[in-house]
């Protein structure tokens, strides 16, 4: 069963970092883009970065360019995002999807003072 | 503010067809193929249509897709209650590089 699995959300500072993990299971992360996308609370959804397939090129939000990067272990067949420079406007529901076919339920980060 | 502009909802009564729409442009519709999602209150978005008009296994066929230059369209026939959720187009932008979502349209059924 293809499954994807978010954590390491919580609290932070404004300027702090923190680093997301998706584990995946029931499938390869080399063999499909991985994507992440954040819900700010009672708002629509946001593309926020993706990782090829062959883990060669990655894209990102010009809102997080500069502050977040993906990247993947596939000896873990696990996705990251490592934001660092958060911001209040950060704060939302951050879910890891398979080739847009397969999410998981999402990890919450707060960004306050 | 998205690229993609959905209406901020649409209703109807059971039986009753709605159609959504998403308007883009050259760089984005007009250029690659749309996805829909369908958002149920409180749970994760849902792949329901892939490549325009591809409907992934276990959607029901009375969800449809199409799409015209650079608008895109989600079609439901035969509402039923269990439709009453937000749905998002999504495609990818050559100018930015990058995914973008519509705004998303909250389906009620009345």
């Known amino acids: 069963e293809v499954q994807v699995v978010e954590s390491g959300g919580g609290l932070v500072q404004p300027g702090g970092s923190l680093r997301l993990s998706c584990a995946a299971s029931g499938f390869t992360l080399s063999s499909y883009a991985m994507s992440w996308v954040r819900q700010p609370p009672g708002k629509g959804l946001q593309w926020v970065s993706s990782i090829s397939a062959s883990g060669v090129s990655a894209y990102y939000a010009d809102s997080v360019k500069g502050r977040f990067t993906i990247s993947r272990d596939t000896s873990k067949n696990t996705l990251y995002l490592q934001m660092h420079s958060l911001r209040v406007e950060d704060t939302a529901l951050y879910y890891c999807a398979n080739n847009w076919a397969y999410w998981g339920q999402g990890t919450l980060v707060t960004v306050s003072s | 503010q998205s690229v993609l502009t959905q209406p901020p909802s649409a209703s109807g009564t059971p039986g009753q067809r709605v159609t959504i729409s998403c308007s883009g442009s050259?760089?984005?519709?007009?250029?690659?193929?749309v996805n829909w999602f369908q958002q149920l209150p409180g749970t994760a978005p849902i792949l329901l249509m892939y490549?325009?008009?591809q409907r992934p296994s276990g959607v029901p066929d009375r969800f449809s897709g199409s799409k015209s230059g650079s608008s895109a369209s989600l079609a439901i026939s035969g509402l039923q209650s269990e439709d009453e959720a937000d749905y998002y187009c999504a495609v990818w932008d050559d100018s930015l590089n990058g995914h973008v979502f519509g705004t998303g349209t909250k389906v009620t059924v009345l």
């Open positions: 490549s325009d008009t």
């Open positions: 050259s760089s984005n519709i007009g250029s690659h193929a």
